[in-house]
């Protein structure tokens, strides 16, 4: 099964590379010679990109309290960490934004993936180990990008998956395995693997569906479980909720988080649900 996706994956460089720009600041945060400057460097060569991180940093999104004017001023109050992060999701982001419409509709797959990553971030948020958890939101917004692969790779296949798991009212997972021999979310964690993506964000993509199955960054793979549950249910009122997620569920129960925050979660989904989307597609 494995050499099958490598298979699949091969052959095709922008697909089997991660974005140049990604690279090279991930490179340059491991250097330890490099400093803020020399970061924010690699960054200013991409002007889009400089100017949608200041976008996205200066938000609500990470809520500092005083204006930050530049990218180097970014990565100092920030972190190698964070800022890796908020490069690799503007990134990917900008790399698949030209896979045609008429082959998968884009605008769907993005608002789940975003209202998936902003359940994980306030999911993530309420943890108790919230500190080993920055990157849900990453995680979240990355789930489904094997969904993005097959469909950019294979559209006919992918579509003929997705109409046997219609006419059958079965699995998806079970309808791309018996179409391609292997499923959307191994995809999406063997990209990320070989994107060399960290690990937390890697388990997240593979297990999401099957979190039980994950040997570690159990906490993280469960959030953007449960999340993607969240986003592709009705959480408008609480009743809704807990019919498709109630109280005594075992993935929430193992999860620690006080179920009554779940409104309270949901409601910021909600409310900041269309900023987000500005932010990180909006052009």
Known sequence: MTASIKDFLAGDIELSSPPAIFMRVS????????NAADIAAIIQQDPALSARMLKIVNSAFFGFPATVKSIDHAITIMGGSEIRL?????????????????????DAFWTHSLETALFAKH???EHPKKRQLSSAFVSGLLHDIGRLIMYSKAPDLARAAALLAESKSGSELEAEK???????????????DLWKIPESIQSAAEFHHQPELANNHLEETLI???????SRSDTSS???????????DPQWLQLGIPYRLLPLISN???????????LFFGH
Do not use: K, W
């Open 27 to 34: 490179q340059a945060l491991d250097d330890e010679n490099n």
């Open 86 to 106: 908020l490069v690799m999701s503007t990134s990917v982001v900008d790399q698949f934004s030209n896979i045609p419409h008429t082959t998968f509709d884009m």
């Open 268 to 278: 910021e989904v909600q409310q900041e649900f269309s900023i987000t989307q500005q």
């Open 123 to 125: 999911l993530a948020n």
């Open 238 to 248: 609480e009743q809704s909720t807990m019919l498709e997620l109630p109280p005594e």
């Open 224 to 230: 953007i479980h449960l999340a993607n549950r969240l």
């Open 178 to 192: 018996s179409t391609f021999g292997f499923n959307h979310a191994e995809v999406g964690g063997a990209l990320l």
